[in-house]
């Protein structure tokens, strides 16, 4: 069973930026696409990133150019850099891979960008 601890989510002004991880537990990871979620309060959750098993990325058009998602395989961890962080990226955000009937989640990391 795949288990996903989030990690580096905190406070920070507008402008500034984070590093969230996601730390895997099992092999699968490593054949697996791995996204990145997040859920604004009030809203529903939405897809942030997506990288593949072989590298390729792809992200929400409210994102490109200021995220990045990346993955090591050798330390079955995926990362999603933010930077020039806004208000409106405050949410929780949760790792996420396609394994099982519902997907496997995290347990979510908070990020609160100030304006």
């Known amino acids: 069973q795949v288990q996903l601890v989030e990690s580096g989510g905190g406070l920070v002004q507008a402008g500034g930026s984070l590093r969230l991880s996601c730390a895997a537990s099992?092999?699968?990871?490593?054949?697996?696409?791995m996204r990145w979620y997040r859920q604004a309060p009030g809203k529903q959750r939405e897809l942030v990133a997506q990288?593949?098993?072989?590298?390729?990325?792809n992200y929400a058009d409210s994102v490109k150019g200021r995220f990045t998602i990346s993955r090591d395989n050798a330390k079955n961890t995926v990362y999603l850099q933010m930077n020039s962080l806004k208000p409106e990226d405050t949410g929780v955000y949760y790792c996420?891979?396609?394994?099982?009937?519902?997907?496997?989640w995290g347990q979510g990391t908070q990020v609160t960008v100030s304006s």
């Open positions: 990288v593949t098993a072989g590298g390729s990325t």
């Open positions: 099992g092999s699968i990871f490593r054949i697996v696409p």
């Open positions: 996420n891979a396609p394994i099982g009937a519902l997907g496997t």
